[in-house]
């Protein structure tokens, strides 16, 4: 199964279960989704519950968030992550603080979807990555999907929660292909062990989970060392339970991330380790993060930018010379 | 379950309270939000409510007693469920709930009694990471004077400080032993140190092998011998006469060997072929390898064109190739282009033995020893190349030129 069929096996099962289940987005109607994550939902449950939306992402998610307070479970589709700064009003001071605001008394159990990321050579204006103001916004629940079996089963889970979620998805993951474990209760606050090891832990989400899989082996025949690779898979909340067990282990942390380094999601990971398990730590933290500029249109330079299995591999392997490995 | 009623703020300049009046006496039973006191705060008179429902279990202040802000006044022993029981029952209901889930990831994640010496660790001195410290501590070891003394690198890192530990036990030959053979430290006890001796007997009562990586060279030597073993080879047999190689004393038995294996070639192509494919490459030179044996290591250097050398310059060139391999100094392209071996194990005494063709080589002679004039000479050939008269003529050759006095002008 691929990733954007995972997802759309998720939505059209929580659709047919219940009926305040909706999704609103641009051309998630007739056109199926710009990624075809809702194809074929329109023709099944009709206009009312899948709304074609004008170009207009504040109103997207402020319609949502009164959806939501009205009762509904609404699915908000953002076209990417780059055009949700559009809806960040809506976001932050709305569906994010509501719920507390009104000590309770409204619950907005609502879902907003976006991809985000690099994808190739969208330029710079379509290739953020927004997680770490998402994550930063107390009040939201940020899920990071990176395999399909995780997408199909953590899209459901959201739309089950009575609060709202940011469901981050990556441009260049719709087309991967996957198992789904159908029986599987997957817990989606809890961060995936990709492959366990013992020398090197290497923290990633969303598609570079795929980019430090593939630098693996060069790593472990390179460092003679094993590596565990861990997918964080929910970014607020964070699983620290997973990650400090994997870091007592090691007593080595690379963080792996597409978004630029300064200011990135894999700072407050970094910094969750030299706070909490300093003493664990048998060499300084690794972040491996894009360049600090805009990502560039032209493909040679937009690989110099992000991280990339080579460069990872390479750098990880610098790193672990320098620090005794 | 027990639970206290203190003393409310009721203002914000609040610091204390003045227990005015009691409602209830100790053993009421009270419910949620019934009055069961008044407290005079620094401006007015007000009521104290119960949180639970319960029976008052003791009273602790009098009327008239003045008490701080949040100091028990009294205690009332709920109905409820203790809080153990309570959640338990929370869990089930809310199944999957995002909520119960997020209480658990926030459960603290780093503590355990590593986090207690922290104060202690931050006072090690010396140039190491955070968990090499840790353990050096516990190890009571002083890092900064064992990096004086060059005993551990810097920075240090906590395999650094684990092997140091245990190699404190062993004398530095006896760790070395134990390294070479792979043999865990943990099998000897900490109570003191132990020497190379012990080491070794352990090793020789527990039969344990040495563990030897093979060599790139042991490894190529491997491979050429594995390819060979497949070879659809046969065997010759017979003596060559040695009286006249026996008096030209001046040269080695090898060295003129080399020269009647030459002129012997260059009458049968069949031994100056390889085989490549659907061609057989024939040179118009005979080219011959010998085997020159160092240590467990085995050269074959190539006496290349040996048919247009003079007995000298082949007594030079093997010369030259054995000193080239005692100090190493052997290259790649002085061990190619042979079609040829030749493997000699006379002066060992051995009378008689077959050898394994070298590489692309067609066929392989192996001489024993001279005895009463006579040497063994064994041929291995490649029956792809050479056929079994083929190969029958040639060996007589080797004979007739090895008693040829015109060889040994």
Known sequence: MLYREALNMAIDEMMAKDENVVILGEDVGRYGGSYRVTEGLVAKYGEKRVIDTPIAELSIVGNAVGMAMGGLRPIAEIMTANFSLLAFDQIINHMAKLRYMSAGKITLAMVVRMPGGVSRQLAAQHSESYEQMLSAVPGLIVFAASDVNYAYHALKKAILMDDPVIFLEHELLYNKEGEVNFDEDLDPFKARVVKEGDGITIVSYLKMVDDVMEAVGEIEDGLKTSVEVIDLCSLNPIDFKTLSSSIKKTGRLVVVEEDHKTGGYGASIVSFASEELFYELDAPPLRIASKDVPIPYNRRLELEVIPTPRKIAKRVMEWGVENGL | ?409
């Open chain 2, 1 to 409: 379950m027990d639970y206290s009623v203190v003393m409310p703020r009721l203002s914000d300049s609040m610091e204390e309270g003045k227990l005015i009046s009691w409602k209830v006496r100790e053993g009421d039973r009270v419910e949620k939000r019934d009055v069961i006191a008044e407290v005079e705060s620094d401006k007015a008179v007000m009521e104290v409510q119960a949180f639970k429902d319960g029976v008052v279990k003791k009273i602790l202040v009098k009327e008239g007693e003045s008490v701080p802000v949040g100091k028990p006044i009294a205690v009332i022993e709920s109905e409820e469920k203790k809080e153990s029981e309570k959640s338990d029952n929370v869990k089930k209901d809310s199944e999957g709930s995002s909520l119960k889930i997020i209480d658990e990831i926030f459960a603290k994640a780093g503590e355990d009694d590593s986090q207690k010496a922290v104060s202690e660790i931050s006072k090690v001195k010396g140039k190491a990471s955070p968990k090499a410290k840790r353990e050096a501590l516990k190890a009571g070891m002083d890092i900064e004077k064992l990096q004086e003394e060059g005993k551990l690198p810097s920075p240090a890192h906590f395999n650094d400080i684990k092997e140091y530990e245990r190699s404190r036990y062993f004398t530095p030959k006896a760790w070395k032993l134990l390294k070479e053979y792979g043999i865990s430290y943990e099998l000897f006890d900490r109570k003191r140190k132990h020497d190379e001796k012990e080491v070794y007997d352990f090793i020789k009562s527990n039969d344990i092998p040495l563990k030897k990586r093979v060599d790139p060279l042991k490894k190529a030597i491997i491979k050429n011998v594995t390819a060979s073993s497949k070879r659809p080879v046969y065997r010759i047999f017979d003596f060559i006469d040695t009286s006249l190689i026996e008096k030209h004393k001046e040269y080695s038995f090898t060295v003129w060997f080399i020269k009647i294996v030459a002129i012997a070639m260059m009458e049968h192509e069949g031994f100056r072929s390889v085989l490549e494919g659907d061609f057989l490459k024939i040179y118009p030179n005979a080219s011959v390898s010998v085997a020159v044996a160092l240590g467990d290591a085995l050269f074959m250097p190539v006496f290349k064109k040996a048919n247009l050398k003079s007995v000298r310059e082949i007594d030079k060139e093997l010369k030259e190739f054995k000193e080239k391999i005692s100090k190493g100094g052997l290259k790649p392209q002085d061990m190619e282009g042979s079609t040829f071996g030749i493997s000699n194990l006379g002066m060992l005494g051995i009378f008689m033995f077959d050898a394994m063709i070298n590489k692309n080589d067609s066929a392989v002679a192996a001489v024993g020893a001279a005895r009463d004039f006579k040497a063994a000479v064994t041929l291995t050939i490649d029956h792809r190349l050479v056929n079994g008269y083929e190969g029958a003529l040639f060996m007589k050759r080797l004979k007739e030129l090895s008693s040829d006095p015109m060889v040994f002008k």
